[in-house]
């Protein structure tokens, strides 16, 4: 149990305090005249060669003096990560140091802390997000960064590992932002240590074992098959273990692979997987839109046995889900062996195991099950572990690296962690599969709301650039929209208490903000039954921003807890879907597509229908219809399709049409990153 | 300049040589009985039941006494890599470690040690490989064992990353074998540091950022494209650094976005990629051979701009080249732009400067360019760095490890160094393409031979079986295959002496070879100009069986050195393919297809004609026909095809079919691969 991270957050502060004085003078004279109008305001007409000397003032102050999130990440050296980790608790034989900001901790560690209490488990969940995002993973930083850094309560962030996809697309990376930040940055939204490229190479290779296995069983007869996969190796031919498991999966009990009938030798060698339903996709982590539909095996070699295929986002792997929902190595193998890839021609499953390829995956993915140490701009710690897109995966951070934390920050302690864009998404899957699988039992549930996306669930404006939003939309008091778009607030906060966690209202203030919106927001909050709602400064201010929050959460946590599940597992998959969409979406029904229909009676008849559920469904909307903002009511849930992660352990109905490859716009955020090859910084990542 | 590394190779031997001892009176008494008939024995008929039971009794001591590749390794337990790092003089601040057992080397070193004199250099070549491959790596770590553990003189081995494709498929990994290893061997031969992964990161960026660009320019307008090109940021629109490059290059002078003409406009946002000439291809490291021809861009949503292309191996992409052959990090980054993805509508190439992805390549390659440090089993230092495919790649080691390395061991130290295959495939490449990037001498050629395989080119059998091979077909002495078999070793020689280097024969002894056959190769070898011929035991005996030929090239090292290369530069394209076909392949001719004879004329008005030149050829014979073995002669060799590698720099022309994706065989390596989920141990990596 660890007493103390050393506060490195105070320097951090001087040069920033020194040039915000002057800024707020600036900004506080626009302001002024600008809430006279109190009126939603378009600079349009006349009002236009007023606001203009304002604006540039504004603008100019803000690029002379305000750093870049690259620029505040550069400006703090990150301690030394084996300093941190003798700092809470970790032995030198419990960590593997990756350079100098970041090290893998062994699982290990766990055994040596068993009969330590857990800490304190909070979970930071959003409302429906805006394109922007409403600032969660800033919010979890800055409360560790309060919690650790200022009251001095052991606490850790536990973070999602970012895909490179978004990060040169469209998105940008998920490091946190302002003074609340993973640092250094560009590490954390680079390889890091390597975790997403592990999965490519597993998926990749699963993938590619069964389309070469479906080749060779077509052009070969099941003698020649057989020579092959049981080979005369020094005059003997010998099963493997893999191959034994195979055959007591089919019944055949013999341990001589010459006494095989050649019925059991054609039921042996032959996995005749139907390639119509494979539901095993190549991945890689790039927004690679001409991949999300293509033809395979054309060369003359592959002998015209050519399919339609796709390839994923590699975070939407199952074996990313794997990753985050497994307990240990032997329960992640096992897991791999369970992939379900495709069903055979008589309709039963085939699995990685049948392909003899568990071992290798496990091979590779044996260290990126340990979770990845870095720090905070404030020097406290933080895991980053498993995969981001809470839409088409489920969307949080590992088991592992939250049980290790729980025990790291003793009985006392915080763990924050995240669950991907809002409540309905993210946190659902969250309480239902990731708690599901991990037995732990959440304290408190921070919810994150902005005032600006508010206003737009109120009816405001969509509008994706971020400065032009942040200032010339949105800067005058608006508090009939404020006011219109809390009820996304509303909903998303009676959508936790269905859980029983006690919720905390993290209103993430913007400097475009007034006073009586911020206030409008957190009663309204306050009244919907939310344990307290306070404004947190930490993109400006780091932890300090953030300790109204941390007191708030500290109150919380030590409520009664009546957690429970929202649904329970032995009923039929279509009731698990419909209660989801109309307990937490607010559908009025769900409506089934023939091939939904048809995949969920046969995953029902194949065993598997005591699985949770992960929806894939836009964040968007409560609704799958993205532009339907603040709280739709009255709409019917299309369920498209239906698939089955059995290695992962869960059921995942599409909901309408979800891509699970993003695409690169026309200018992509490539453009603006670049490498000093002298002093070998990066530029442009934000 | 380091003066000692820990010799730690005196533990490894001890239980060895007991268990030796046993097997070896058992092996002579079988060899005393099958020697005397000396002739080609192929067990069948009569001699069956004579030898059946000695066989029997030596495959049962070699399977309970003998250690696999992965035991041997897992045996010997590495020193931390930072003591290792201390020992050879690099600086705490030099390294960033990785685990227990890698580092990586930063390139500021060679800043520090540039007044160091370098030392002897090395390269480990072979004669036409056999299947099996003859054991460069294996000669290469034994070398580096000899020189630094045993005979006290600075060495580092400088080796290639190997591929995750061939490792999970056919052939198994490449850290060398038996008592000549890089350890620990698992982690050699998977992810290591994660530069093949960065390498598909960035391949694939930038295929993607191709097919996403022709997308938008084939759906947007031009004022459209520029919009969002130039985009309005705080109400200006400015130009990025890359694009006020593409306008310089493009004769457009102005810094204004404004005050573009719709002319200028036009030339500044379309690349007009002429899709039909796209040669940059997406990649993953995997054997995956349905990803050889595929369709992409189906979905709907990519509006019908559908075209064919293909997967390679991840070390067969361009990145891969140029981070073999670039000296720094502002080199890299230059290369990565001057890629040419494609030629546009009007002939003239496209880069990837041109699609604005330069800085985010090099970001994704910033670390990838440094070198990582691991060891031999004997302690001593090895730089693994950069990739394999010699046939389809350059196939050699990076220039930078290398550098590295020579200024590390000092004046009077070696450097050693492998090229991929024959000494026709890897070894041209190194002189023709590598040493002219680095500006490099080599000192000293070893070339690496096996009496089995001189056998196989002299009309032996060919058999994929290794054990078998190893002692069912060729136990028997047989002088007439082994002296026939010479005539590629003599040719290989000969190669070799064209580049003014000396050349020492290093013949990879196996137990199965008969003093009379190993005499003969030395004989030959020595007569054919070798400078000395000896044989090596390093694969049983670690650098204990390479002193020999440690001593050898240490002599061979201090002789008059005429290095050349092998063609001037400023040849045209087609004479320099000659050249090569007929001074290193002894082809009569080369013939050129209408395809490779436009791409030339293409690539000589680009003005990229003075390129050296990388041949894509088979690796298993001199010629392009893979069954000839020996010295094919009066063969005219086609060239089917040719690209090229504008940032790497260098033209590849492809002799008749070569496939760039290997593929999964019915029974892959992955069958045998485990992980023990309590100890954490790989099992059946080798």
């Known amino acids: 149990m660890y007493l103390c991270v050393r506060n490195t957050g105070d320097q951090i502060y001087n040069t920033k305090y020194e040039v915000d004085s002057l800024y707020l003078l600036i900004y506080l004279l626009a302001k002024i005249y600008l809430q006279s109008s109190n009126q939603y305001l378009r600079l349009e007409g006349s009002l236009w060669p007023i606001v203009y000397p304002f604006m540039y003032t504004y603008l100019f102050f803000s690029f002379v003096f305000f750093c870049s999130d690259i620029e505040i990440s550069r400006g703090q050296a990150p301690k030394p990560i084996h300093i941190l980790a003798k700092e809470i608790g970790l032995l030198t034989e419990e960590i593997e140091i990756y350079g100098q900001t970041k090290a893998k901790v062994r699982l290990s560690l766990l055994e040596r802390l068993k009969d330590q209490p857990d800490g304190k488990y909070v979970l930071v969940a959003g409302i429906t997000p805006t394109p922007l995002g409403e600032g969660k993973s800033t919010v979890t930083i800055g409360l560790v960064q309060a919690l650790t850094a200022h ?43 390597g975790d997403i490229h592990a999965i490519t190479a597993a998926n990749n290779l ?21 020579n092959r996969l049981v080979p005369l190796v020094h005059g003997e031919r010998k099963f493997s273990a893999i191959q034994l498991a195979r055959m007591k999966r089919l019944g055949i009990t013999k341990m001589d692979p010459k006494t095989l009938t050649a019925d059991e030798i054609n039921k042996f060698v032959r996995l005749d997987i139907d390639t119509s339903t494979i539901t095993w996709q190549r991945v890689v982590d790039t927004n690679d839109r001409f991949l999300r539909k293509i033809t395979i095996g054309q060369a003359n070699t592959e002998k015209g046995f050519s399919r339609q295929t796709q390839f994923d986002i590699a975070v939407a792997s199952e074996i990313m889900a794997i990753l985050a929902l497994t307990s240990s190595l032997s329960d992640m193998k096992e897991r791999l062996g369970k992939i379900v890839i495709a069903n055979n021609t008589k309709g039963q499953p085939v699995t990685a195991e049948d392909l003899g390829v568990t071992g290798a995956l496990a091979v590779l993915m044996k260290d990126a099950i340990k979770p990845t140490l870095m720090q905070t701009l404030e020097g406290t710690p933080v895991f980053v572990h498993a995969g981001p897109f809470a839409n088409i995966a489920h969307g949080n951070s590992s088991v592992l690296a939250d049980k290790l934390a729980l025990k790291l920050v003793g009985k006392e302690g915080f763990v924050v962690t995240e669950a991907g864009f809002g409540a309905d998404i993210g946190m659902e899957k969250f309480f239902n599969i990731k708690c599901r699988a991990s037995g732990l039992i959440p304290n408190v549930v921070v919810l994150v709301a902005t005032v600006r996306a508010l206003k737009m669930h109120g009816g405001g404006p969509n509008n994706k650039c971020i400065f032009v939003v942040g200032f010339l939309s949105f800067p005058i008091q ?41 206030n409008l927001v957190c009663e309204i909050a306050k009244q919907s039954g939310a344990f307290d709602a306070v404004p947190c400064r930490h993109w400006s201010e780091g932890g300090r921003g953030t300790m109204e929050l941390a007191e708030a959460v500290r109150k919380a946590a030590n409520q009664q807890n009546n957690f429970r599940y929202l649904y329970d597992l032995e009923l039929p998959i279509v009731e698990k879907i419909r209660i989801i969409a109309q307990k937490i979406y607010g559908a009025q029904d769900i409506e089934l597509s023939p091939a939904a229909q048809s995949q969920i009676n046969c995953y029902t008849q194949q065993g598997f229908g005591n699985l949770p559920i992960c929806m894939a469904k836009t964040h968007l909307s409560l609704s799958h219809m993205p532009e339907k903002k603040g709280v739709p009511t009255g709409f019917v849930l299309p369920i498209s399709d239906v698939r089955a992660s059995i290695g992962a352990g869960f059921i995942y109905p599409l909901v309408g049409t979800m891509t699970t490859m993003p695409g690169l716009p026309t200018r992509p955020c490539f453009y603006d990153i670049d490498l000093d090859p002298d002093t070998e910084q990066v530029k442009g990542l934000f």
Chains 1, 2 share one sequence.
């Open 151 to 193: 009251l001095k309560i052991n606490s850790f962030a536990c973070l999602r590992q970012p895909s490179q996809g978004p990060t040169f697309g469209v998105k940008g990376g998920a490091a946190g932002g302002g003074y609340s930040q993973v640092i250094p940055m560009e590490e954390f939204n680079l390889h890091l240590t």
């Open 478 to 518: 608006n508090l009939k929209l404020v006011s219109d778009g809390c009820s996304n607030l509303l909903k998303q906060i009676q959508i936790t208490q269905q859980f029983g966690v006690p919720v905390v209202l993290a209103l993430n203030v913007f400097r475009t903000d007034s006073p009586a919106e911020i």
């Open 206 to 226: 699963l993938a590619a074992a069964i389309d070469a296995r479906t080749l060779h069983e077509n052009t070969q007869s099941d003698k020649a098959l057989y």
